[in-house]
């Protein structure tokens, strides 16, 4: 298949059943114990500042493991590999003095999970797998300030978040991915130019691809950092458009769920939804077993709340493979029909009536 025929399997396969997403990434790789020369490879063997704990790089130095995470994603019976790209930006590379290898970043792990979404297609023609790829929130806000005596101060400009999206997303687009997943928002102002960055790629040219924006509630108070509650958050990105709108990270599924509950009644697109194995213990790790997850997905599934289901931080390929077998047969969430009207945010929804 081509990538406009994939798009069109893509949008068919997800009204006959509930998606499945792979889960988290760093608990994989963290399981490794890699070192340092992991992370530098041959290529940043002689670069002048610590590189590990930067795991984008990975699949330039070591692309043999994230090979095998989405392998062993697929096998779990994931439907959507997310490229390991999360932060594979000029602006979050910075810190590491990475910026000149962003393009390559974003280029090799599109193809290496581009390779073992056709791999496992190939073998299982009746259930194809996709490519998603990962633009994550950036380590700068545009909405918040940087300094607690000057409410105007930023660390970056609306321009410099955009090209640093824009070059991510055009590299993303280059190497086979089949749609984009702007996740872990939680500033809204941030996605509005990752999403501004994809858009302006077809005045290029380029072949349009969906896009699935999911944001992250921070707490209980039932807003994203910056202050939007699920709905303004809608109302703020559903311009696009969107392929799907969810929400991922910060919660466990029980804490989630009724973001997920309003999600599902106001948008007029996909629900999903990633959470993570429960709230992280005191020592930063997470204790929520897969059969507690995948309990609780198998009810929102059996509510007719989601389209997507996937795992966050804490969430291995047993998760993944007990909330695909639980949801296996379930009808994926109905999109409702919302009357037009003018919808509007601020940090609260707003709708003339």
Not at 270 to 278: E, F, I, K, S
Request: aromatic share 6%; proline share 5%.
């Amino acid at each position: 298949m081509n990538r406009s025929e994939r798009i069109e399997r893509l949008k068919a396969v997800a009204k006959e059943r509930i998606l499945i997403l792979d889960g988290s990434w760093g608990v994989l790789l963290q399981k490794q114990g890699l070192v340092e020369a992991d992370f530098r490879g041959e290529r940043f063997k002689d670069h002048t500042l610590p590189l590990k704990g930067d795991y984008d790089p990975l699949c330039l130095t070591r692309p043999d493991l994230i090979t095998e995470i989405h392998d062993a994603y697929f096998a779990a019976g994931a439907d959507i590999a997310e490229t390991n790209t999360f932060n594979s930006t000029s602006i979050s590379q910075a810190d590491f003095g990475l910026e000149a290898a962003v393009r390559d970043m974003n280029l090799a792990s599109a193809r290496l999970a581009r390779e073992s979404a056709d791999r496992w297609t190939a073998a299982t023609p009746d259930k194809p797998r996709f490519v998603a790829g990962a633009m994550g929130p950036l380590n700068r806000t545009l909405s918040m300030s940087s300094k607690v005596e000057d409410p105007g101060a930023r660390c970056v400009t609306y321009d410099e978040v955009y090209g640093a999206y824009r070059e991510q997303a055009l590299a993303l687009h280059e190497g086979g991915v089949d749609l984009f997943l702007v996740e872990t928002i939680f500033d809204t102002l941030n996605a509005k130019a990752a999403i501004k960055a994809i858009l302006d790629l077809e005045d290029d040219g380029l072949e349009r691809l969906p896009i699935w924006i999911s944001g992250t509630i921070t707490d209980r108070s039932g807003r994203t950092l910056s202050g939007q509650t699920v709905e303004a958050f809608w109302n703020s990105i559903r311009h696009a458009r969107p392929f799907a709108v969810g929400l991922n990270c910060a919660l466990g599924a029980e804490l989630m769920r009724p973001h997920i509950a309003e999600l599902a009644r106001i948008a007029d697109t996909l629900v999903a939804a990633y959470p993570n194995a429960g709230l992280p213990n005191a020592f930063g790790e997470y204790d929520e077993t897969p059969g507690e997850t995948a309990a609780m997905l198998t009810e929102w599934a059996e509510s007719g709340i989601v389209n997507i289901l996937g795992g966050c931080c804490g969430t291995t390929p047993e998760h993944i493979r007990l909330i695909a077998e639980a949801t296996r047969g379930k009808p994926p969430r109905t999109i409702p029909e919302r009357p037009k009207s003018l919808r509007l945010a601020g940090l609260e929804p707003f709708e003339l009536a």
